[in-house]
């Protein structure tokens, strides 16, 4: 008996058909099996978790990332499940930790997030990095319940952080500033560049004379930058 070509094709199209089937209800499965780990990451996610919590959450995620590795691989779902629950519970962890975290180290989070809605760039210098690494051993200290042992660590990151911005200003954002600003030397004239020129080197002094007391990160870098802009 011949094989025609439409037979073939009908063929073709129930194997289709069945492949879709089975990857629809795999992905049936995995949404079912992994939600309550999704909604866990969530949950501490949104109370910093990641951040104010680094042991308990990144140990969920090593568990949570286990577990999907084993259900891409198609391992037995009861030992998936139990990989879920330990994550789940890590994540629950990680959000208690967090919330005492809150509280600890509100004042280190505020200045956090002043260095990093400024529009210096921060993130990936040599200084930034390092005030993250004394942020974490505070944070560390906290997740322990170690309140009043993470006060030096976070002392440490706070004058760090405003270390950072300093080096930021003087290293980049001036530099910069002043080769614009020798860029700009045809349109303006004698006595304009001599005035924005003086006017720079007083910005340059004053962000100088920051670097030793305890200075409002917004403040400064708002007033700095805008100085600059006022120049061209």
Do not use: C
């Not at 180290?105 to 993250?132: H, I, P, T």
């Not at 004379?209 to 100085?227: D, G, N, T």
Request: net charge positive.
């Amino acid at each position: 008996m011949r094989t025609t070509s439409r037979q073939i094709s009908f063929a073709l199209t129930l194997i289709v058909i069945a492949l879709l089937g089975t990857t629809l209800g795999q992905d049936a499965v995995r949404e079912e099996l992994f939600r309550d780990a999704t909604a866990a990451i969530g949950e501490a996610r949104e109370v910093q978790a990641n951040l104010l919590s680094p042991k308990h959450f990144g140990e969920g995620e090593k568990l949570f990332v286990k577990a999907q590795d084993r259900f891409d691989k198609g391992d037995k779902l009861d030992q998936i499940r139990k990989d879920l629950a330990k994550a789940i519970e890590e994540f629950k962890l990680a959000a208690q930790a967090a919330k005492l975290g809150q509280v600890a180290l509100k004042d280190l989070l505020d200045l956090r997030s002043e260095v990093l809605d400024s529009r210096l760039k921060m993130q990936g210098s040599k200084e930034f990095n390092e005030a993250e690494k004394k942020f974490q051993q505070a944070a560390e200290k906290v997740e322990k319940e170690d309140v009043k042992g993470s006060r030096g660590p976070a002392k440490d990151a706070a004058k760090q952080y405003r270390k950072a911005v300093i080096t930021v200003l003087l290293r980049d954002v001036i530099p910069d500033a002043r080769k614009k600003l020798k860029d700009s030397k045809r349109t303006l004239t004698k006595a304009q560049y001599q005035q924005a020129e003086s006017s720079l080197k007083q910005i340059e002094k004053d962000v100088k004379s920051q670097s030793k007391v305890e200075f409002s990160v917004a403040e400064l870098s708002s007033k700095i930058i805008s100085r600059i802009d006022a120049l061209f």
